[in-house]
């Protein structure tokens, strides 16, 4: 029961309340209490964690940690073969005279950030990207490290097969390979082997196993010999007088093919011997290691650099 003072009548009087207005303060005591509960519960879950929800932060955190170590090693193994990428295209394959191993994937890697900084999924997404590229590369350097042990099981056979050895006894070389003057046109033009001068009839020398070829390397060669010794390697002996073998032939390393002479386009009694390469004609001096001393060598490569005239 509640009262209020008649200011008429100085007195108290009991104040009568209506139904709707008992509803009503219901209602607002009700909507009081909700709003107090339903903020409570907002403090509670912004600034509280339940015991289930610590623990799972905390696992959390321990998988962004374990996944950021791995991507870090992930990382080092990935330097690691690319380590080893490069001394198989840098050294081995160039101490075996190999081709170069098919195209490999390009190196790829995601710039690392603290591991409070990355989303979990967007983690294990790039370490698994990692992984498989990381996987891909390592099988395709197996199989070029397979590809290079099968070249090592040959390689007697296949070291005897690149030229290594003077077409000639003694060789004395009166011009070089590269721009040389024309001995019947005299302009300066590119020369593309060495000359090599002697006796008439002197033995000349297959500078490597292989196979005589039916192939003419041109005209101006005169009585010339060509044999293809495989792995990509030619070599061309011209202006002979003679030719010991025929097309189809196989020779040996150190086999006499021929006598030297001066037929074709010729100034003189000389053997011009040619080394081709995939194609190219490349220096020949630089495969006449095999049977000299580092002196003989030596006044080799200073006699071939001599911008000169040549003989044919």
């Known amino acids: 029961m ?124 790039d370490l698994s990207r990692k992984v498989n590229l990381l996987m891909l590369r390592t099988g395709k350097e197996l199989e070029s490290y397979a590809e290079l042990w099968g070249m090592l099981q040959n390689m007697d056979e296949r070291m005897s097969r690149v030229p290594a050895i003077s077409p000639v006894k003694n060789p004395k070389v009166v011009s070089g390979f590269g721009m040389r003057y024309h001995p019947v046109y005299k302009i300066l033009r590119r020369h593309t082997g060495v000359d090599l001068i002697g006796k008439r009839g002197q033995p000349v020398y297959a500078t490597a196993d292989g196979t005589v070829s039916s192939e003419n390397p041109g005209s101006g060669y005169g009585i010339s010999v060509v044999i293809n010794h495989g792995n990509g390697y030619q070599t061309i002996y011209a202006h002979l007088s003679k030719a010991n073998v025929r097309p189809g032939q196989k020779v040996k390393r150190g086999a006499v093919i021929g006598q030297m002479g001066s037929s074709g386009l010729a100034s003189g009694v000389h053997l011009h011997y040619e080394v081709v390469k995939n194609g190219q004609k490349v220096n020949p001096v630089h495969f006449f290691y095999g049977d000299l001393s580092p002196e003989e060598y030596e006044q080799i490569l200073k006699d071939a650099a001599v911008v000169n005239k040549a003989l044919s």
């Open 2 to 125: 509640k009262y209020k003072f008649n200011h008429k009548s100085l007195s108290f009087e009991v104040e009568e309340i209506s139904f709707r207005q008992r509803i009503k303060k219901i209602l607002s005591y009700a909507a009081t209490a909700i709003v107090f509960a339903v903020g409570c519960l907002l403090i509670y879950a912004n600034f509280f964690s339940s015991p289930k929800e610590k623990r799972l932060k905390r696992e959390l955190e321990a998988t962004n940690l374990q996944i950021a170590y791995l991507d870090r090693r992930v990382n080092q193994l990935s330097h690691v073969l690319k380590g080893l990428e490069e001394k198989d295209d840098n050294l081995y394959r160039v101490l075996l005279d190999a081709e170069p191993a098919k195209e490999r994937n390009a190196y790829w890697a995601v710039q690392e950030a603290p591991p409070s900084q990355l989303v979990t999924s967007k983690m294990v997404e």
